[in-house]
């Protein structure tokens, strides 16, 4: 018995202690950060239930300024349309008053509301009807529309969209429920969430005749208004919001049900859409990769350009300034078939188009030939401009040397060569000049010398524009020849 008592109060070994010590620890520190998330993600002590029902309730009704503010909404956002005008768009959004029937919808389902439920639905739907009429006639009779970036952005909503509708929703409806609701909060999701764009776009597809545009803007309208409906549904659900009439338990698995069935109805054509652009993003990815990996990286390919690929019928088309043997061919098409890193691309067909002239080292000798006769040729004219400028100049040195053996001769010999230069810069349209003294007698006795300065005018000239022309040259001629008569001939 001695032998029990003293086993029992026997002390643990020092590494059964520590073992025990560091458990512990652990445990605190696991709890200290489960308490310290648990406060920071924790938004149910900041709700202000009364509050939140009463805001989401007041920006049902459409009527009076509400409906004036919508009607306003729907021309700034189809001038931001039409114009391509992100921030005008975004302006249209933040004024927009479409929000507050679909947080009603969300909250009416929530808390078993029947009434604002009915209010919301009927309220939404006068909303989208006006918004769509005025959206119509502006664009109908606007000259200016046609399609743009901003408008084929709303055409073709995706997965993408319906998580940014879902998100964007649970943030309004925790920024809504706080006390001191977040205003920028409910600014950056009306921008987000985009209500307004998606209904003027529908707006458009219906003047323009393009139900193409008008479905699809409206699928990306139907798309938001669910999912942050869906959105205010359960936060309120998670906050425990009072129920407005009791719901027994059937009631409350019907509903869930339904707001599980239409989310899912309306996410299926979305995820369709999301992967279809995403298998289009990856197949130019990889035809890039393609051209760069297989074709750029080769020096003896030279490729025309960007390859061409079709859509529709699945082809690639590469052409080659170079010319590419079967075998190079068949490699190209083996490596696109077996490839990991073209996954995308094995249900491809690859089209090989080659030089439909000479080879390419037949026209790189080709083009090096005539380079060279090209070269000759500016060095041989050239030469020729060298000689002609001294030509020319000789030919002035000797007129010089003429007109002043001619001076040194007879003190009335006129300067020509300075003259007719000093004409033709003051008369652009003279095509030549000629002087001479002529011999000439009246009474066929007496002989005079009359100086005569004949001119060939421009023959696209009227004489009603050669006449005063002539006038002020004769004078001009005379003072420089300083001649005290002179006849001015002209040449036809």
Request: charged residues 25%; contains cysteine; hydrophobic residues 45%.
């Amino acid at each position: 018995m001695q032998e029990d008592i003293e086993k029992n109060i026997k002390p643990h070994p020092p590494e059964e202690n520590a073992t025990t010590s560091v458990k512990n620890e652990a445990k605190g520190l696991f709890e200290s950060v489960k308490k310290f998330l648990m406060e920071l993600f924790d938004f149910r002590d900041d709700t202000d239930y009364e509050a939140t029902i009463e805001a989401i309730k007041a920006d049902i009704p459409f009527k009076g300024a509400t409906a004036w503010i919508l009607i306003f909404a729907v021309f700034v956002a189809s001038i931001g349309l039409n114009a391509n005008s992100t921030a005008v768009v975004i302006g249209a959004m933040l004024i927009s008053p479409l929000m507050g029937p679909i947080l009603g919808i969300g909250m009416s389902f929530a808390l078993n509301d029947i009434n604002t439920f009915k209010k919301s639905l009927i309220h939404l739907g006068v909303m989208i009807g006006l918004s769509l009429f005025a959206s119509f006639l502006f664009f109908y009779f606007f000259p200016l529309s046609k399609d743009n970036s901003e408008l084929l952005g709303r055409v073709s909503p995706d997965i993408r969209d319906v998580l940014i509708a879902f998100f964007g929703g649970l943030a309004l409806m925790v920024a809504r429920t706080k006390r001191g609701t977040i205003a920028s909060v409910i600014f950056g999701v009306a921008i987000a969430t985009a209500l307004m764009p998606p209904l003027c776009t529908a707006g458009y597809g219906l003047a323009k005749g393009n139900f193409s545009y008008f479905f699809g803007a409206m699928y990306l309208f139907t798309i938001n208004t669910i999912f942050i409906a869906l959105a205010t549904f359960l936060v309120m659900k998670l906050l425990r919001f009072p129920m407005h009439k009791y719901a027994n338990a059937a009631k409350r698995k019907r509903y869930s049900t339904i707001a599980t069935i239409v989310g899912i109805a309306v996410m299926i054509p979305a995820i369709f859409t999301f992967l279809r652009v995403f298998n289009e993003n990856q197949v130019n990815t990889q035809i890039d990769a393609f051209v760069e990996n297989e074709i750029d990286s080769n020096p003896s390919y030279i490729l025309m350009g960007k390859p061409p690929y079709d859509k529709e019928s699945k082809t690639l088309e590469l052409k080659f300034f170079n010319e590419v043997s079967e075998a190079e061919e068949n490699s190209l098409k083996n490596r696109l078939l077996t490839d990991p890193r073209y996954e995308y691309l094995k249900d491809i067909t690859l089209k090989v188009r080659d030089s439909d002239t000479k080879s390419f080292e037949i026209i790189t000798t080709a083009y090096k030939e005539k380079s060279e006769e090209l070269q000759e040729s500016k060095n041989i004219i050239a030469g020729l401009q060298k000689q002609i400028a001294e030509l020319q100049e000789t030919i002035t040195t000797l007129n010089n040397r003429i007109e002043q053996d001619a001076l040194n001769k007879n003190q009335k010999v006129v300067a020509f060569s300075r003259i007719s230069k000093d004409a033709k810069i003051r008369y652009v349209d003279i095509q030549g000049i000629d002087f001479a003294n002529v011999l000439s007698s009246k009474d066929f006795i007496k002989i005079d010398t009359i100086p005569v300065a004949t001119i060939r005018w421009n023959k696209k000239l009227h004489d009603s524009i050669i006449s005063p022309k002539e006038r002020e040259l004769r004078t001009w001629l005379q003072k420089e020849m300083e001649l005290d008569t002179l006849f001015i001939k002209r040449e036809k």
